[in-house]
């Protein structure tokens, strides 16, 4: 794998992702795990083969915890993409 690749493993982050909201699951990506890898591998037992290249917290979301009551802000489409027609 090379940088190539990075755009086709956060596309299949987000597949995934959908298709676990698809299943009644929600997810939350870290990225933040990717600089600690030495410690993640000694966890979970990972062979020295393996790149550590995102975390991701996957379970059902509590909606009765305020914390997950945050909603992000989007901007709207049009801020950040051209249609030609
Ligand atoms: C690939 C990816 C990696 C992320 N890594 C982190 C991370 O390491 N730490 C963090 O606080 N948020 C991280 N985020 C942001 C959160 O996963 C999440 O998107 C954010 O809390 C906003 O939630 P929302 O997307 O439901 O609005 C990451 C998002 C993506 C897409």
């Excluded at 940088?3 to 698809?22: C, I, K, R, V, Y």
């Excluded at 917290?57 to 009551?69: H, K, P």
């Amino acid at each position: 794998m090379g940088p190539p690749q990075w755009s086709d493993l956060g596309m299949f982050l987000q597949t995934f992702m959908l298709l676990a909201t698809e299943a009644g699951l929600a997810t939350c990506a870290q990225e933040a795990w990717a600089t600690k890898p030495q410690t993640v591998a000694e966890y979970v037992d990972a062979p020295g083969t393996s790149m550590l290249f995102c975390g991701m917290a996957i379970g059902y979301e509590d909606t009765t915890e305020a914390v997950n009551t945050l909603r992000s802000h989007r901007f709207p489409v049009e801020s950040f993409t051209t249609f030609i027609s």
